[in-house]
């Protein structure tokens, strides 16, 4: 499977990366779903409360208090580095053969690994932004603030990450270059993910290229051809071994 992906990643060059929670989990993000993931952990000051309403545009307005608790807590992920996942990805994208990285996760890991053309189509919590006059703050804002609820110094506003919550519309502009990068794009490489998520899981849809590759330890259920590639590994696993044979140094 090896020798096949790399062959086919030879050939093309307008790659699509479509990657969630598990690309980051290496790095030592908690993802969502596993049984270690944020979902399945038991705090006692959370353990109240479904997951999905802690990650609320709900909890976010009625209980302020225990959503930036829980933000604080669960999504700092300041001290993080990339792994080899995001590390290849980036060496790809400098070789001028991956076009866009579209990603569930809020970590901007990504970008820290160098990669330029990263579509978050679930926010970011490294901006922040007042939910008033919509000044914009650093990422060190909110974990800084002694306040409970983060306020603008400017307006006294809510100051919020610049995250899709349950309930909120995915950012416009990220979808549409998301699907415009998938949909022109010659090989679609779906990793760390369990496309449980919708609407985004449903982009993969407009990918009409030649190879489809999935990289991801269960089995995803998408109806394959002699031009899908599956590989039931850990993706830094995948990509590291890739990089050992094309000569790339992560």
Same mark, same amino acid.
């Given at each position: 499977?090896?020798?096949?992906?790399?062959?086919?990643?030879?050939?093309?060059?307008?790659?699509?990366?479509? #990657?969630?929670? #598990?690309?980051?989990?290496?790095?030592?993000?908690? *993802?969502?779903?596993?049984k *270690?993931?944020?979902?399945?952990q038991? *705090?006692?000051?959370?353990?109240?409360?479904?997951?999905?309403?802690?990650?609320?545009?709900?909890?976010l307005?009625?209980?302020?208090?225990v959503?930036?608790?829980?933000?604080?807590q669960?999504m700092?992920?300041?001290?993080?580095?990339?792994?080899?996942?995001?590390?290849?990805?980036?060496?790809l994208?400098?070789? $001028?053969?991956?076009?866009?990285?579209?990603?569930?996760?809020?970590?901007?890991l990504?970008?820290?690994? $160098?990669?330029?053309?990263?579509?978050?189509?679930?926010?970011?919590?490294?901006?922040?932004?007042?939910?008033?006059?919509?000044?914009?703050?650093?990422? *060190?804002f909110?974990?800084?603030?002694?306040?409970?609820?983060?306020?603008?110094?400017?307006?006294?506003?809510?100051v919020?990450?610049d995250?899709?919550l349950?309930?909120?519309?995915?950012?416009?502009?990220?979808?549409?270059?998301?699907?415009?990068a998938?949909?022109?794009?010659?090989?679609?490489?779906?990793? #760390?993910t369990?496309?449980s998520?919708?609407?985004?899981?449903?982009?993969?849809?407009?990918?009409? $290229?030649?190879?489809l590759?999935?990289?991801n330890r269960?089995?995803? #259920? @998408?109806?394959s051809?002699?031009?899908?590639?599956?590989?039931?590994?850990?993706? $830094?696993?995948?990509?590291?071994?890739?990089?050992?044979?094309?000569? @790339?140094?992560?």
């Amino acid at each position: 499977m090896y020798e096949e992906l790399r062959k086919a990643i030879d050939e093309c060059s307008r790659i699509v990366f479509f #990657g969630g929670a #598990g690309v980051s989990t290496e790095s030592g993000v908690p *993802d969502f779903r596993s049984k *270690d993931g944020l979902y399945n952990q038991h *705090d006692v000051r959370f353990d109240q409360y479904r997951p999905e309403y802690l990650l609320s545009h709900s909890c976010l307005v009625s209980d302020p208090k225990v959503y930036f608790e829980f933000h604080r807590q669960k999504m700092d992920t300041r001290n993080i580095e990339p792994n080899n996942a995001h590390k290849y990805l980036a060496e790809l994208e400098k070789m $001028g053969k991956l076009t866009a990285i579209v990603t569930q996760n809020i970590d901007g890991l990504h970008q820290k690994a $160098g990669s330029r053309a990263v579509y978050e189509i679930h926010g970011t919590a490294l901006r922040n932004y007042c939910t008033e006059c919509g000044k914009e703050y650093p990422t *060190d804002f909110i974990f800084d603030s002694e306040e409970p609820v983060p306020r603008c110094p400017a307006c006294g506003g809510m100051v919020r990450p610049d995250i899709t919550l349950y309930e909120e519309a995915l950012p416009e502009k990220a979808v549409r270059l998301s699907v415009e990068a998938i949909s022109a794009a010659d090989m679609l490489i779906i990793g #760390g993910t369990s496309l449980s998520v919708y609407p985004a899981a449903s982009y993969i849809n407009y990918f009409k $290229g030649k190879y489809l590759v999935v990289i991801n330890r269960q089995d995803l #259920g @998408i109806p394959s051809n002699e031009n899908t590639i599956v590989i039931h590994e850990n993706i $830094g696993q995948v990509f590291t071994e890739l990089a050992r044979q094309q000569g @790339i140094s992560l």
